[in-house]
């Protein structure tokens, strides 16, 4: 599942809402995590949860964030930075990634935002929509030695 696109959510009823508590119901209890897209939870549907809130690298940070069918609007300026995942749990890579985006998509009440994200925000909400697409980070990792066996901090 996590190799394949996602449909599109659509209306938001009680069911995506439901998808949305159980996306930020997973992050909450996966330790450091500070995202989940749906794939990651078996679900195939275009959705995912982010919450940059506290974290050292953040600079914009919209809280705890729910959104559905999100596309990129824009994306500037690229970086280099190290992203490690839940469905990869052993490993850390380097990843190139745009450090200010704007987004589009719905919320939980099928409102549509339309964010403006950058620094380590931008690049969690670019990891979940990769998941989106089918694709994780080892997919865009800088070149094959930038992949590490993760640390185990004791």
């Known amino acids: ?3 394949t696109p996602c449909a599109p959510v659509g ?3 009680e069911r995506a809402r439901h998808l949305g508590r159980d996306l930020v119901d997973t992050m909450r209890g996966s330790g450091h995590s500070v ?3 749906a794939p990651q939870i078996g679900v195939s549907l275009r959705a995912f949860c982010i919450d940059v809130s506290g974290h050292p690298k953040a600079r914009s940070c919209h809280g705890e964030l729910v959104l ?4 990129v609007l824009e994306a500037e300026h690229r970086d280099v930075g190290r992203e490690g995942c839940m469905s990869v749990p052993d490993l850390t890579g380097d990843v190139a990634r745009a450090t200010r985006l ?3 998509g719905l919320d939980l009440d099928g409102e549509e935002r339309t964010l403006e994200l950058d620094a380590f925000e931008a690049r969690a909400a670019q990891h979940e929509l990769d998941h989106l697409d ?3 980070f080892l997919d865009r990792v800088v070149a094959d030695d930038r992949v590490f066996r993760r640390r185990v901090y004791r």
């Open 1 to 3: 599942m996590l190799a």
């Open 11 to 13: 209306e938001i009823d």
């Open 35 to 37: 995202g989940v897209a």
């Open 68 to 71: 559905f069918d999100p596309v």
């Open 102 to 104: 704007v987004v589009r």
């Open 134 to 136: 089918g694709l994780l």
